[in-house]
């Protein structure tokens, strides 16, 4: 299991504000996943269990036969619990940015409607921040 932690915080999607603010937010969080996913030694080591480079990843538009890969979303609050579809709402810019990572050739949103993802949300009380945990079943 790969366990990423970000100091990020999710912005609920009841909070209103210019659509120009909350697009700069997940271009920042993408950014940031990209980086911690591309420097993660784990994915390296999976990566070329499969046989690919971690900069292209699969490369291709299908996961490998078998592959499944389970993706858990924590988000830690100190203070006040999100509603659940809240949170699943807020953490669609993580969704599409992880999912994006395995599937890069993909067109932008649909890499995480491939049928190699079970993805689950929790919510933990701590300090505030994103874990982000990958199982990966079905390795060669």
């Known amino acids: 299991m790969i366990e990423i932690s970000l100091p990020i915080r999710l912005q609920s999607p009841n909070v209103k504000e210019h659509w120009t603010k909350t697009h700069k937010r997940n271009k920042r ?6 980086f911690m996913f591309r420097t993660n030694t784990g994915l390296a080591r999976i ?8 900069s292209g990843w699969f490369g291709k538009k299908k996961a490998p036969e078998g592959l499944k890969i389970k993706v858990t979303f924590i988000r830690l609050y100190a203070a006040k619990l999100m509603d659940f579809d809240n949170f699943v709402y807020s953490a ?3 969704r599409d940015t992880t999912c994006a990572f395995f599937f890069p050739d993909l067109a932008p949103g649909q890499a995480d409607c491939q049928k190699c993802f079970d993805i689950h949300y ?19």
């Open 29 to 34: 969080i993408a950014q940031a996943i990209g």
């Open 47 to 54: 990566a070329q269990q499969l046989g690919v480079s971690t």
């Open 92 to 94: 669609k810019c993580l």
């Open 122 to 140: 929790l919510q933990q009380k701590g300090a505030s921040g994103i874990k982000i945990l990958i199982e990966f079943t079905g390795l060669p």
